[in-house]
């Protein structure tokens, strides 16, 4: 079956003898192989298996499958039609995936900060604060902070019982779900210039209220520091991320996207 499934899959099925794991081939969703007192272990992400006491072994391969009885763990490797480089999904990286998992030997939060780095290196601005927008723009404005030696410091405080805005079906409810996600914090913001660090901007609806709402808490000025590429494209495996015309970027210059969402200045990675 796997040879003839085209698309991004990561898949753990079992009966009372066997547990078996699957990738496609491309290697689009991460899943890991764990240990657990000699016993196998399989989760998406490798927090799951901290949570739980395991030791992670390693990455399950773009196009494998692990069979786990109890004699242990058989491999086998499936050959795509065509040999090609491991696609794990950038997103994964950027956002979906935890920040305390390891992704193809890689800590997540680690990397993150780097992009937040990168991201000062690139674009720098003379600023008062750092500030990211939580929890996903966190380890990137740290980075960000840090290299440009700018103070970093919560401005936005966020309600932990509001879903992600972004996956909303109606826009009415997004715009609701924004104002009862987060809350500015004028202490922190009030006659300052503030860098505001996050890891994406899919339809800007988001980000151009928060840019109000800091505005509202007494910023002088808002930066917008973006730690990944614009998104000017829909995604087809497995992300519900609007279609193309309502993806900011999609019809919008660097120029057009800040003016419409009322910030000082825009970079993107």
Known sequence: AMSKITGAFAAIVMDE??????????????????????????????????????????????????????????????????EHAPALCVFEFIYFARPDSKLDGVHLH?????????????????????????????????????????????????????????????????????????????????????????DSIVRGTTTRKIVEMLRGAGATEVHLRISSPPVISPCFYGIDMASKDQLIAAHKSNEEIRLHLGADSLAYL
């Open 110 to 198: 680690g990397a993150r900060e780097r992009m937040g780095e990168r991201l000062a290196e690139e674009s720098p601005v003379e600023a008062d604060v750092v500030i990211p927008i939580p929890d996903s723009g966190a380890p990137a404005a740290q980075g960000y902070a840090r290299k440009s030696g700018i103070p970093y410091a919560d401005g936005l405080v966020k309600n932990r019982y509001v879903g992600r805005t972004f996956i909303q079906p109606d826009q009415a409810l997004r715009e609701h779900g924004i104002k009862l996600k987060f809350n500015p914090m004028p202490d922190v913001l009030s006659g300052r210039r503030v860098i505001v660090v996050d």
């Open 17 to 82: 003898t066997h547990m078996i794991g699957f990738r496609d081939p491309d290697g689009i969703r991460p899943l890991v192989l764990g240990d657990l007192d000699g016993h196998p272990v399989l989760a998406s992400e490798s927090c799951a298996l901290d949570i739980v006491g395991a030791k992670l072994v390693r990455d399950i391969e773009p196009g494998e499958i692990v069979i786990c009885t109890a004699d242990g763990v058989e491999s086998i490797s499936i050959k795509p039609g065509t």
